[in-house]
Nanobody, 120 residues
Framework: QVQLVESGGGLVQAGGSLRLSCAASGSIRSINAMGWFRQAPGKQRELVAAITSGVSTNYADSVKGRFTISRDNAKNTVYLQMNSLKPEDTGVYYC??????????????WGQGTQVTASS
């Protein structure tokens, strides 16, 4: 079994910054892509940023130039540095990781979500 634990969410004024962390633990052989998704009230969950094991990155157009995703493979942890936050960035942020456990195929795991609120 694999667990993803997120931290770092909170309330910030528009223009402020937050840093999210997500640590994977459990029966992990390898982790391929890791990413952050968000879901605003009444909206579908959307990709914010993703990073491969080879550290190639991909961002939603709405966050390019403001958010930075990174990972520490030794710690099985992915980060999301969020700068210049806007009210429209508000939502629950979920971590996702494509994990291969011992004796199983790759499977996408989700964290429990952390609330990010940028007030105007």
């Amino acid at each position: 079994q694999v667990q993803l634990v997120e931290s770092g969410g909170g309330l910030v004024q528009a223009g402020g910054s937050l840093r999210l962390s997500c640590a994977a633990s459990g029966s992990i052989r390898s982790i391929n892509a890791m990413g952050w998704f968000r879901q605003a009230p009444g909206k579908q969950r959307e990709l914010v940023a993703a990073i491969t094991s080879g550290v190639s990155t991909n961002y939603a157009d709405s966050v390019k130039g403001r958010f930075t995703i990174s990972r520490d493979n030794a710690k099985n942890t992915v980060y999301l540095q969020m700068n210049s936050l806007k009210p429209e960035d508000t939502g629950v942020y979920y971590c996702n990781a494509d994990v291969t456990s011992w004796g199983t195929n790759e499977y996408g795991y989700w964290g429990q979500g952390t609330q990010v609120t940028a007030s105007s």
